[in-house]
């Protein structure tokens, strides 16, 4: 007899579970349940609806019922709510929500694929007024663009800078809106550190977003927002993008495990605690690779990895569960941002002993057109050197870069392994020494105690503290824009000037990027010196680091001349 699958929720990871269990069981019967008008929609394209880089929002749906039907004999059945679950008979109760009719269907196996709700605050005043929108669907991204074209909106708030907020708060920018971008962390994208944050902060402010960090929305006018601080800042529009969560009630209802996450509780087959009900995607608990602890992680590529898994099991196939890293890569205006893995927050709060390595290396080989710095940032485990995520942000192939870390976390590789990886090259494409490859090799240099370095964010503290600091650029370089306290001795003179460098006190160098800075360090320290620390990310990551936060408190500059080339 075959089975009767039934699956609620007909976006990423409900209809790939269909689509998968169809591949299997030809004579299955699969009905898909859907309370939107839509299955199987581009949920991760919704923002760029807004710029019109996808035009139509009917562009964003990706296959409609008679589709499904004709190509894969799965009925879609849309604009229908499924509001209850009756294990105990093994059904479930759907509502036609155009005809407020409610019926019964009966199931072998049941797919829970709800997805997560956008949280809106009842403590924000107006957070339900007629100018406030969510980024849920097709139809959410649909009614907010037909406001702001029907109303000729140009003052816009964005609120919450995750995914949704960055992506909605860019492409509104791109379609020539006034744009505030409003974060109550002191942060946007928390999948980064906060020293490389203030990357995407400038490219933020570059391209014309008005970034307010710090501060949270405490009321929602017709005209404008009111923040906690008392500022206010027009809005006619607001979209709220603060994040999600898991959209549990059936579950919940039906007595279903819930996690101490607050997601839907699965096995590593991704079974709830009811041996023929399955969950996947937002709405469930999952496991960090890494921290070993439970969490939530709302990707479609997890997400399509746990529909195929949990069709597999109904037809016992087995299924190796890695756990997840949350690999993810967005775009900012003209910076790709791509991290995976652990970053030092996230260290910090697993009780892992870590370090890091930060380095700027050319994406390319430097002549090469469209040559531009990356911003890379290694994370690995100490001492055992295993390699425990990355963050990197540039013009250049970010997400390659940033797969390569992520495949190698997977592999439980080390520093040593991503050392002697052989990757693709040629001068178009990378360098000789990809990015990843010159990572490991000063990790591994920090690690094995070859030098020591410190970083971008203590910098301002040595200058205040009139450090001894030494700028190894040469004298042109130097002269564009240095530290304030920096003596400017160049590579090409430091053995000639040896008698102008202390050894009983410490003595930090850089450079442009900190490999120049790198070489002199070595010298000076095969001469005898034991007092030096090479600043990572030098002169440039100085830079990149300090703009943002020196435009937007007018604090005094550490630096002459910023230089961001």
């Known amino acids: 007899m075959s089975k009767r699958i039934l699956v609620i929720g007909g976006v990423a990871g409900g209809a790939s579970a269909a689509a998968r269990a169809r591949r299997i069981d030809e004579s299955a019967e699969i009905i898909m349940f859907e309370r939107g008008p839509n299955v199987s929609f581009s949920n991760c394209a919704l923002p760029f609806h807004l710029s019109g880089i996808v035009e139509k929002s009917e562009d964003l749906v990706l296959m409609c019922p008679e589709k499904f039907k004709s190509q894969y004999n799965i009925e879609a059945r849309v604009n229908s709510e499924v509001t209850k679950i009756k294990r105990e008979d093994k059904k479930i109760v759907v509502k036609n929500l155009e005809t407020g009719e409610e019926y019964e269907e009966s199931y072998d196996k049941l797919v829970l694929s709800p997805g997560a709700n956008p949280i809106r605050p009842r403590s924000i005043e107006g957070i339900n007024g007629s100018n406030v929108f969510t980024v849920r669907n097709v139809v959410d991204i649909k009614k907010l663009n037909d406001y702001i074209v029907n109303n000729n909106i140009e003052d816009i708030a964005v609120v919450g800078g995750g995914f949704i907020g960055v992506e909605v708060a860019e492409n509104l920018r791109l379609a020539g809106k006034n744009v505030s971008l409003i974060e109550a962390q002191d942060q946007i994208m928390a999948p980064f550190d906060y020293d490389m944050a203030q990357i995407l902060h400038k490219e933020m402010m570059d391209k014309g977003i008005n970034l307010i960090l710090s501060d949270g929305v405490q009321k929602i006018n017709k005209d404008s927002v009111e923040l906690q601080s008392g500022k206010r800042v027009d809005a006619k529009t607001v979209i709220m993008a603060i994040g999600v969560s898991p959209e549990t009630s059936l579950a919940k209802d039906a007595d279903l495990e819930i996690g101490e996450t607050g997601g839907i509780k699965v096995d590593h087959n991704y079974l ?294």
């Open 272 to 565: 709830t605690s009811d041996k023929d009900i399955y969950a996947v995607g937002d709405a469930i608990e999952v496991y960090n690779r890494l921290t070993h602890k439970k969490s939530r992680l709302a990707l479609a590529g997890p997400a399509q990895r746990q529909a195929r898994a949990a069709a597999d099991h109904m037809y016992n196939i087995p299924h190796r569960n890695n756990g997840v890293i949350g690999s993810s890569v967005v775009q900012v205006f003209d910076l790709g941002a791509a991290s995976t893995g652990l970053n030092e927050k996230a260290a910090k709060a697993a009780g892992i002993s870590y370090d890091f390595v930060y380095l700027i290396p050319g994406d390319k080989v430097g002549l090469m057109p469209e040559s531009n710095p990356m911003h890379f940032k290694l994370i690995y485990e100490y001492p055992t050197g295993k390699i425990l995520g990355a963050q990197a942000i540039g013009k250049g192939n970010v997400d390659k870069r940033v797969d390569v870390i992520a495949t190698l976390i997977l592999m439980g590789g080390t520093l040593e392994d991503l050392k002697e990886l052989e990757l693709c090259y040629a001068p178009l494409f990378g360098t000789a020494k990809d990015v990843v490859n010159h990572a490991a090799l000063v990790a591994l240099n920090i690690l094995n105690g070859q030098f020591r370095q410190v970083p971008v964010t203590k910098v301002r503290e040595l200058v205040e503290d009139n450090a001894f600091i030494i700028d190894v650029r040469e004298k042109d370089e130097y002269e564009e824009g240095h530290l304030k306290n920096a003596v400017n001795i160049p590579l090409s003179e430091f053995r000639n000037r040896l008698d102008e460098i202390p050894k009983d006190i410490p003595v930090y160098l850089h450079c442009r990027s900190s490999q120049r800075s790198y070489n002199a360090l070595m010298a000076l320290q095969n001469m005898g010196y034991d007092n030096l620390y090479n600043i990572s990310g030098s002169y440039l990551g100085i830079c990149c680091y300090e703009y943002f936060q020196d435009q937007v408190t007018e604090r005094e500059k550490i630096v002459t001349e910023y230089n961001f080339d």
